[in-house]
């Protein structure tokens, strides 16, 4: 929508840790509940070994016939797919051990924050985020090229409990290739005490909301200086 914007002159993408999960996710109740989520029929574009796909199928609401396939399609093949509960229990409790979902959702959001780790270490450190994550840069590195743009990429913590994951991952990114997009970590001069919802650390607070904007609106400002911004 670059175009319906002809004075744009930066363009800032603003991705929280806990996005880069959704990002790999093609059918969102495999990633949350459906009564959590609102939207039982939740299929959204997603990334898989270095693609982007629109949807985990054809056009899956012509008839409710290809909307259930489309939906079994999704929780067969998501990365977030979950074995059945099937007899014998045990068997589906070791293939439910093996999955994605346990080793990068389940051992974080327990063990790690139970021992003070970063939360999304794991997740962030994975063959597949990084994949999908240099997909991203690629496409805003082509866009600031074709349309003379800066472009910026904000990596935000979900909360103080893990600053730091987003800082390595670019660290990493920054090591494969030299991107023309600018990458930066949301973590410093910070209260973190502040920084969320009271009993709430999935949404920023009015004064966490403030800290991101003046942390981000200092590469605002670098990148207003430079050429490509003009």
């Not at 744009?8 to 990002?23: G, K, N, P, S, T």
């Not at 800082?167 to 991107?179: G, M, N, T, V, Y």
């Not at 919802?197 to 999935?202: G, M, R």
């Amino acid at each position: 929508m670059i175009n319906l914007y002809p004075k744009a002159r930066i363009v800032i993408l603003a991705i929280m840790y806990d996005d880069f999960a959704r990002l790999l996710n093609g059918y969102r109740p495999v990633y949350f509940f459906t009564s959590y989520t609102g939207s039982p029929y939740g299929f959204k574009p997603y990334l898989s070994h270095g693609q982007l796909h629109p949807l985990v199928a054809p056009p899956p609401w012509a008839d409710i016939k290809t909307a259930w396939k489309a939906a079994n399609t999704g929780f067969d093949t998501d990365y977030w797919r979950k074995p059945k509960a099937e007899f014998p229990y045990v068997a589906s409790l070791v293939s439910a051990i093996s999955t994605n979902s346990f080793y990068y959702k389940f051992i974080p959001s327990r063990l790690y924050r139970l021992l003070g780790l970063p939360e999304y270490q794991l997740l962030l450190n994975s063959v597949a985020v990084q994949e999908s994550f240099t997909v991203i840069i690629d496409l805003l590195d082509n866009l600031a090229e074709q349309k003379q743009l800066a472009t910026l990429v904000a990596l935000i913590p979900r909360s103080g409990a893990d600053t730091r994951s987003g800082a390595d991952l670019i660290e990493r990114i920054k090591k494969q290739k030299q991107h023309r997009t600018e990458l930066v970590n949301i973590d410093t001069d910070i209260d973190w005490t502040r920084y969320n919802l009271k009993d709430d650390e999935c949404h920023p607070s009015t004064y966490g909301y403030e800290a991101i904007a003046k942390s981000i609106a200092k590469s605002v400002q670098r990148l207003a200086a430079s050429p490509q911004a003009h």
